[in-house]
């Protein structure tokens, strides 16, 4: 079963190569679709939020 899964990541980064991230659709948990583009902004979002988990974080 590992190696279908190998195949359908390979086979969907190929397909996918070149497309830009506005015109790539996900949807996740029964939400609205968002683009791939919308997904990587919220992301980054997050990581500047994020608050230092200790002092040698700062």
Known sequence: ????????????????????PQNILISFDDKPAKSLADYAKEHQAKQ???KPKNDRER
């Open 1 to 20: 079963m590992a190696d279908k899964e190998k195949d359908m990541d390979k086979e969907l980064s190929e397909m996918l190569r070149g497309v830009p």
């Open 48 to 50: 500047k939020k994020r």
